[in-house]
């Protein structure tokens, strides 16, 4: 069985150089990594079973909330914002930690180098940037919620 923190070097390796599959051997072992939410595979020697680990958390980890559904969105009102997208699959925390304000809320000015949200993906925490000035029109995900790769996140009003 491949050691997790080979597994999480290989994750950080494929976020960093923006890679969405990786295949490797080492002698019985094979691992494929793809990024973008479909599962990860790691296959172990005949002997063993082939382990899955799911992109987004089973139903038995997320507690169902029932809500009412969204308001339909003006579409006057989001003309001209710029959408800051996840760059992966995991899940979204608004603030550093359960104590701490969130990073961004609707309002708050925001630059290209400015830490808008964290995503969690594989015990992993990645700060996500907002790489466009504004301000913050609308916060699209909610905190402790799963995200997609390319889900929008938040809407930004250019300055």
Do not use: W
């Not at 094979?30 to 992109?55: D, E, F, S």
């Not at 700060?127 to 000035?133: L, M, T």
Request: aromatic letters at 4%; charged letters at 20%.
């Amino acid at each position: 069985m491949i050691d997790i923190r080979k597994l999480e070097s290989l994750v950080r390796l494929m976020v960093e150089n923006d890679l969405s599959e990786l295949d490797l051997k080492d002698g019985e072992e094979t691992v494929t990594v793809k990024r973008g939410g479909k599962p990860v595979v790691l296959a172990a020697p005949a002997a063993a079973p082939a382990l899955a680990l799911a992109a987004a958390p089973s139903p038995v980890a997320a507690p169902a909330v029932a809500s009412a559904p969204p308001a339909a969105p003006k579409a006057d009102d989001d003309a001209g914002c710029i959408a800051v997208e996840s760059p992966m699959v995991g899940t979204f925390y608004a603030t550093p930690g359960p104590d701490k304000p969130p990073f961004a809320q609707v309002g708050t000015q925001v630059g290209p180098e400015s830490i808008v949200c964290l995503v969690e993906a594989m015990k992993i925490f990645n700060e996500i940037k907002a790489e466009k000035s504004g301000t913050i029109h609308k916060i699209l995900v909610k905190s402790g919620q799963p995200v997609e790769f390319g889900q929008k996140l938040f809407l930004i009003k250019p300055s």
